[in-house]
C-alpha cells in the first residue's frame, strides 16, 4: 500500500468536568463559533480545518483513569481503515480497533504517540447531527 492516504480535518478534544463553563470560556471569552453540537460534545472551528472539541468528562469511556491524559488528537478522514492498516504494518498497536460509536455516530479508532498522549483516527458518518455553519 502506498502512502496514498489523507487527513481532511483535526480536532483537539478537550475534556471537562464543567462543560457549560468550558462552552462559555470558548464561545463568549474567545469567539470560537460552534461547528457540531453532539450534546455532551461540543465541536468549534478555531481555523481552516482546525477544530477544538469540549466534551463532558463523564461521557467518556476512552479515559480509564484521572492519571491518563485528558487530551485526544483527532485526525479525521474517510479513510479510517486504511489508516490503521497501514500504521499496524509499521508497527503500531492500537489500544481500539476501528468500531463505529452509534452515540456520536462516528467509526473511529485509538492509539497512542510515543509520550502517551491518546490519537484517535475517526470519521463523521453522516450529516445528521446538529451542525451550525
Known amino acids: 500500500m502506498s502512502h496514498q492516504l489523507q487527513i ?3 480536532i483537539t478534544f478537550f475534556y ?18 460552534l461547528w457540531l453540537d453532539q ?20 461521557e ?6 484521572e492519571n491518563e491524559s485528558r487530551v485526544i488528537f483527532t485526525l ?3 479513510q479510517v ?3 490503521f492498516e497501514y ?3 509499521r508497527g503500531i498497536r492500537f489500544e481500539k480497533p476501528p468500531t463505529m460509536n452509534k452515540k456520536y455516530n ?18 463523521f458518518e453522516t450529516n445528521n447531527e446538529k451542525r451550525h455553519n
Open 106 to 123: 462516528i467509526y473511529h479508532c485509538f492509539l497512542r504517540d510515543p509520550s502517551g498522549y491518546l490519537i484517535e483516527i475517526q470519521r
Open 76 to 78: 479525521v478522514t474517510q
Open 81 to 83: 481503515d486504511e489508516w
Open 8 to 10: 481532511d480535518q483535526q
Open 39 to 58: 450534546g455532551s460534545c461540543r465541536i468549534y472551528s478555531v481555523t481552516g480545518s482546525g477544530y477544538l472539541g469540549l466534551c463532558q468528562a463523564s
Open 16 to 33: 471537562t468536568h464543567d462543560l457549560n463553563a468550558s462552552t462559555e470560556f470558548y464561545e463568549q471569552k474567545l469567539g470560537f463559533e
Open 87 to 89: 500504521l499496524q504494518q
Open 60 to 65: 467518556t469511556s476512552i479515559l480509564s483513569s
